[in-house]
């Protein structure tokens, strides 16, 4: 009788140590790792605030938020660290989209799915098995800005351009797109100046004041690759008593908004936080899951002026 007990707590053991392999935690619990860029980024807590809302009714499933503080070398012994604790799914908003091979390669190595959110690093290369990015065309941004701009100008003037980091994919695609549609577009505009304002609205402010003296009367329009920086631009154009200065920004952040209904900035393009950070859970839930799906989930642009802003203003 004792053998026949001891050989069933064996088989019930060993079906417990099959159940945490195949993703639960002490307690049940699955645990997802989620490395942002950096708290402090606006628009990133916004698309962590909707990853977190899409698990809030899943009570067997428990997040832990990492901070990499715009650190890639941080980033990268996070994830390890999560690895470490038994994570069973990551989700990472790379701090630099050329340097995550290190994690991609942990996340294989640990054979669990790993998904990226709101930056690509793979550009237009091909997505590893088990690996996910759910976020937007960055380029498409850049293209609905400078079109509109151009109409706003009528397709004539100059305009500076506000860059995020430069090892972002989000700011070299934007650039590209407002540069590619003038060219293709607005063969009489030209770009004055284009310089990083590392996203921060201080330094789109400051890039502005430095402009508005060197350029006088031919800065026209400002595109920031994001609104914190046309909202700095902003700003600067305001101190400095200008009022013909076109601004666009991106991301759709509330005090953008407001500065669309105000009438002190443009335009601004939605980058859907909703869809990325809700996106990024299901990607990440479905590969726990088994489900089957697509390796990159595009989430659209939309171009919000006077024309629409009630429609995106809650």
């Not at 070398?73 to 050329?98: C, E, W």
């Not at 390669?105 to 290369?125: H, S, W």
């Not at 060219?183 to 789109?204: C, H, S, Y």
Request: charge should be neutral; include cysteine; hydrophobic fraction near 45%.
């Amino acid at each position: 009788m004792k053998k026949f007990a001891g050989l069933i707590l064996m088989v019930l053991l060993a079906a417990g140590v099959l159940f945490v392999a195949g993703g639960c935690q002490k307690g049940g619990k699955v645990l997802v790792g989620y490395v942002c860029n950096n708290f402090n980024d606006t628009f990133q807590g916004y698309i962590m605030d909707e990853f977190k809302a899409y698990f809030a009714d899943k009570p067997n499933y428990t997040l832990d938020l990492q901070d990499a503080q715009e650190d890639v070398v941080k980033q990268q012994d996070l994830v390890n660290n999560l690895i470490a604790k038994g994570a069973k799914a990551l989700v990472v908003v790379p701090v630099n989209t050329s340097a995550m091979a290190p994690i991609t390669k942990a996340a294989q190595d640990a054979k669990i799915p790993l998904v990226y959110v709101n930056r690509n690093p793979f550009g237009e290369g091909a997505v590893p098995a088990n690996i996910f990015y759910v976020g937007s065309q960055e380029i498409v941004a850049g293209q609905l800005q400078m079109e509109a701009m151009g109409k706003l100008l009528n397709g004539a003037g100059g305009v500076c351009i506000l860059m995020g980091r430069l090892d972002n994919e989000g700011a070299v695609l934007r650039t590209q797109g407002n540069e590619d549609t003038i060219k293709a577009q607005f063969p009489n505009i030209r770009v004055l100046a284009k310089e990083t304002g590392n996203w921060q609205r201080d330094q789109g402010m400051s890039l502005t004041e430095n402009w508005i003296t060197t350029y006088g009367s031919s800065l026209k329009g400002i595109l920031g690759n994001n609104d914190e920086m046309a909202l700095g631009a902003i700003e600067a154009l305001k101190t400095a008593g200008r009022t013909d200065v076109v601004v666009m920004g991106v991301d759709r952040i509330p005090d953008a908004i407001t500065a669309v209904q105000n009438g002190s900035m443009a335009a601004t393009v939605l980058q859907d936080a909703v869809g990325q950070g809700r996106g990024a859970g299901e990607a990440a839930y479905k590969a726990l899951q088994g489900q089957s799906q697509p390796s990159i989930t595009w989430v659209p642009f939309v171009l919000i002026d006077k024309s629409n802003v009630a429609q995106y203003s809650n």
